[in-house]
């Protein structure tokens, strides 16, 4: 009995909301249908996906082994499924991601420039860390990730794009070092590079009052509380923010490299290729510093 992605659909739901009557809510369907469904799964493959308790539904080992190819199957049939049924007007499509932070500082104009200047190219665009991003290109998901880390695969071929400048901002005008240290300072985290420089430049400082994983909730913290942490330097001036920020006097800029990535051999590599030279040519690309050709060339 073969499997189908309906089945393997129900099964992520169940996974993601631990309940048979949630996933059926989500999914617009009887619970009786998603338990069905649930069962037909399990004789298929002839083992126990979920440990069934009242009001505690967990994964068995073989439930989280399949979920992660259940992600990879039900991600790829949705793209099988958009360009087999691409409209007439659209040739080819492209399947670009990027990690959450890099969007608003560099990317936004770049995704208006592919639908201007590639008007026969269906896209689909999304954001994420670095490990979903990686493992989304090697198994054909996307075709093109723009990245700070660069992944250290045979099968990959990188693009160093140029460096994001980070700098220490304050909500405060005029701070010291030791002021903004001393509270509210917000410690991002912006990769294993940036990790080592900053403790490099502030060896002996207190701890953070706050950690995040992301620029985009420190900057939204500091959108409505005052305090300070390392942000892209054009965010300093910008106009979407209602609070202003300020650079703190004799803090180090610290450099984030900025790779794009895509698998060897594409079918799609004239289509990347040209996407990264939109890249490079677009209005945010060019707040980059020491940006490159997509050849790689100065």
């Known amino acids: 009995m073969a499997m189908d992605i309906e089945s393997l659909r129900t099964f992520l739901e ?33 083992m126990a996906l979920f440990t069934r308790q009242r009001n505690n539904i967990q994964l ?6 399949l979920q992660k190819h259940a ?52 896209l689909q665009v999304e954001a994420g860390t670095a490990d979903v991003l990686v493992r989304k290109l090697v198994e054909g998901i996307i075709d093109l990730a723009v990245l700070f880390e660069p992944p250290q695969l045979l099968e990959l071929e990188l693009r160093e794009l140029g460096h994001l400048n980070l ?30 420089a900053h403790a490099r430049h502030y060896p002996d400082v207190p701890a953070a009052s706050m950690h995040v994983n992301l620029g985009a909730l420190a900057l939204r913290h500091l959108q409505s509380s005052h305090g300070a942490a390392y942000l892209p330097e054009q965010l300093l001036g910008s106009t979407n923010s209602p609070r ?24 799609r590599e004239d289509s990347i290729r040209k996407a990264l030279g939109l890249l490079q040519g677009s209005t945010n690309a060019n707040k980059l510093s020491g940006l490159k050709s997509p050849t790689g060339d100065p």
Not at 60 to 65: D, F, I, K
Not at 82 to 92: D, I, K, M, S, Y
Not at 169 to 193: C, D, H, P
Not at 244 to 267: K, M, T
């Open 14 to 46: 169940v996974a993601r909301t631990r309940h048979f009557g949630k996933a059926a809510e989500e999914l617009c369907v009887t619970q009786s249908a998603v338990s069905a469904r649930i069962r037909q799964l399990e004789q298929t493959l002839g």
């Open 60 to 65: 068995t080992p073989e439930g989280l082994q």
């Open 71 to 122: 992600e990879t199957i039900v991600q790829v049939w949705i793209r099988a499924r958009q360009e087999v049924g691409l409209r007439a007007e659209f040739t080819r499509g492209l399947a670009v991601g990027s990690m959450w932070d890099l969007w608003e500082t560099l990317l936004r104009d770049w995704v208006v420039a592919l639908r201007r200047d590639m008007p026969d190219t269906a």
């Open 167 to 196: 700098v220490l901002a304050s909500t405060k005008r005029g701070q010291t070092l030791e002021q903004v240290f001393e509270s509210g300072y917000i410690m991002v985290n912006w990769g294993t590079a940036f990790a080592h």
């Open 244 to 267: 202003q920020l300020y650079p703190v006097s004799h803090a180090p800029c610290i450099e984030r490299s900025v790779f794009a990535a895509f698998c060897n051999g594409s079918d």
